[in-house]
């Protein structure tokens, strides 16, 4: 596993761009095609990339593509209720049998975000030209690697607290804003036997996503959630009394 290059697969909702005539300017090909080619500028060779959208057949994921996934990121904002039940369960499986996961921005209030979480995941929000300081408070974490403190981001929606998650394994970055906001932005946890993390700077009306730090921590986060032996071929099974069942 580790002389193989990581299988990234970058899941992105993919509706904006369709509708958005802003949003298609700042990303052309996708939001999808902006994260993949952040990561395989800064993972090198390191990582194989891949984008798959919610309107490709199976909602992108076929279990086939899946079990051929490492890591899979995640963005997603206006569709997350049409993501079906049974994706979600099967994405599940995966992060508790190895598949680490990187949820972006808006895919806070995703389905498998809450799920993996086990609790509302909702937090404050102010939709403005603000500008967003990403510090960084771990910086011996793999994901720091080579990222400045702070980041600077000029343009950006404002994400603050409460963040109602679980308190993280590990906490990478914390936000400030203008509006003197603070936000927990950059936060991993251990599921099963799968890694996520989340990483909150991407919205979908500016054009975050070819920031070189914010595509360098995205790079970072997803060589660092890879599974580092091979992944378990039966996923960890889960009674519906667990903690993070479905509910």
């Known amino acids: 596993m580790a002389d193989e290059p990581i299988r990234v697969t970058v899941w992105g909702e993919g509706r904006h761009e369709k509708r958005d005539a802003n949003v298609l300017a700042h990303y052309p090909d ?17 990582v194989t990339v891949r984008c798959t959208t919610l309107d490709d057949p199976e909602q992108g994921l076929p279990d086939s593509l899946l079990a051929d996934t490492d890591v899979l990121t995640w963005w ?16 599940q499986r ?7 996961l990187i949820v ?18 909702a937090l404050r929000w102010r939709n403005g030209d603000d500008r967003e300081l990403v510090w960084t408070v771990d910086p011996a974490h793999p994901v720091a690697a080579g990222v400045p403190s702070p980041i600077e981001i000029t343009n950006q929606e404002m994400y603050g607290e ?7 394994d590990e906490l990478v970055f914390v936000s400030s804003f203008t509006g003197g906001e603070v936000f927990r932005s ?10 996520i993390f989340y990483f909150s700077p991407g919205d979908q009306d500016y054009p ?7 595509r360098r921590v995205i790079a970072n986060a997803a060589v660092w959630a ?15 009394t667990d903690w993070f069942a479905k509910p």
């Open 94 to 100: 995966a992060v508790l049998a190895g598949m680490g």
């Open 76 to 91: 997603g904002h206006i569709a997350h209720d049409e993501v079906s039940d049974d994706l979600v369960d099967r994405v």
């Open 104 to 121: 972006l921005h808006s895919g806070h209030y995703s389905k498998i975000f809450k799920r993996l979480m086990g609790t509302s995941c």
């Open 226 to 240: 890879a599974p580092s032996a091979t992944r378990e071929p039966t996923p960890i099974s889960y009674a519906p």
């Open 186 to 195: 950059g936060c991993a946890w251990r599921r099963g036997r799968g890694r």
């Open 30 to 46: 996708g939001m999808h095609a902006t994260i993949a080619a952040g990561i395989a500028e800064h993972a090198g060779p390191a």
């Open 162 to 168: 409460f963040f109602d998650i679980p308190a993280p």
């Open 208 to 214: 975050v996503y070819h920031h070189p730090d914010v």
